[in-house]
């Protein structure tokens, strides 16, 4: 939890106010103890009860394994879009961030001027790091290519490596995830519910599913529809080994954003009893765009795939809009529950 120097700076006005007041003798002991009681209260509440309830220096293992120590949390970077949504929800404030990669509907940290924009993985602003002057850099995701110069722009500053392992079992690793940012902000029962509703949302998605019935997913992005391949296609490859998925399509699949290329026709050929589709413009500014298209009309308008059986049913699941940049345990909870739910139907 970030603690401001203004915050702190209010923390010690409201202290010399009281110690002020207890040498003037302006009241009763008892009026005194509680008029510091009661602003020193208004000074923590401010300044987040989250910080001051974590000690410091902190040993945490991250998620490459790396022992780090965290001396203090007083400025925080974060560039993991999959920790973002945890990290606002939990009262984070944070000192800089690649905001362009973060969905304005999603979090609100977009609007906070305070904030030093640190660009794309693309372009980033790499003076940001610096600027930012910051005690704690969580990185991860889309930055995780970027490690090698980011930790000689951030002196002495605990950099912790949140991305998840790829290869591991994505379940296993948001899970890990989100007990490492509960144990680095002292939020650990947070974190444990968390995990618990992204576990019930398995469980539950799991049972309602019918191994008989086939699946492939799909990426809409450009006007057009693309191929994600189980276990290694982008988001929605994992689904199918977190719920044993039953593949309508055996085919190899890149982590590439945008999908593999398919055909309407090779899909129709396969005829899935289901369609787990991804629409990645719909999270980003190409939605806004002159020709966009939302994968409901490229599916369903489809001539081509007018039979498929998926089709036909209504047996059409889509991700959470925003999924594409916001890929945290929050969004694959509410997409396995809707899953359930579809299941079940």
């Not at 944070?94 to 924009?117: K, Q, R, W």
Request: one cysteine or more; a negative charge; charged letters at 25%.
């Amino acid at each position: 939890m970030q603690i401001t120097n203004r915050r702190l700076g209010l923390a010690a006005l409201v202290t010399t106010a009281a110690l002020a007041l207890t040498a003037c003798g302006g009241g009763s002991e008892a009026e005194t103890t509680d008029s510091s009681a009661s602003a020193s209260s208004s000074a923590s509440s401010s300044a987040g009860a989250s910080a001051e309830a974590q000690s410091f220096p902190l040993e945490i293992e991250d998620m490459a394994g790396n022992q780090v120590t965290i001396e203090s949390a007083d400025s925080i970077i974060a560039t993991d879009n999959r920790i973002f949504r945890t990290l606002e929800d939990w009262g984070v404030e944070l000192s800089a961030a690649p905001l362009g990669l973060m969905n304005e509907g999603t979090v609100d940290y977009p609007s906070d001027d305070s904030i030093i924009d640190l660009g794309s993985h693309r372009e980033p602003n790499m003076e940001g790091f610096v600027e930012a002057e910051p005690d704690l850099v969580l990185n991860g995701q889309r930055f995780s290519g970027q490690t090698d110069k980011i930790k000689p722009l951030i002196g002495d500053a605990a950099f912790l490596d949140t991305n998840v392992v790829e290869g591991e079992p994505l379940e296993s690793e948001l899970r890990r995830q989100t007990t490492l940012l509960g144990d680095i902000f002292a939020k650990q029962a947070e974190a444990e519910a968390l995990v618990a509703d992204f576990d019930a949302a398995i469980e539950e998605a799991k049972g309602a599913y019918d191994a008989e019935q086939t699946v492939v997913g799909l990426i809409a992005t450009g006007g057009d529809l693309s191929y994600a391949a189980p276990s290694t296609g982008r988001a929605i490859g994992p689904v199918f080994d977190m719920l044993g998925l039953t593949p309508a399509l055996e085919r190899e699949g890149s982590t590439n954003h945008q999908g593999d290329d398919i055909s309407v026709e090779a899909i129709a050929e396969a005829n899935p009893d289901w369609l787990l589709v991804m629409d990645r413009d719909a999270a980003t500014s190409s939605s806004e765009e002159e020709g966009y298209q939302p994968a409901a009309e490229l599916i369903e308008g489809s001539e081509a795939l007018q039979n498929v059986t998926a089709v036909q049913e209504g047996n059409i699941v889509y991700l959470p809009e925003d999924f594409y940049v916001h890929e945290d345990i929050q969004n694959y909870t509410t997409f396995l529950t809707e899953l359930a739910e579809a299941f079940g139907a």
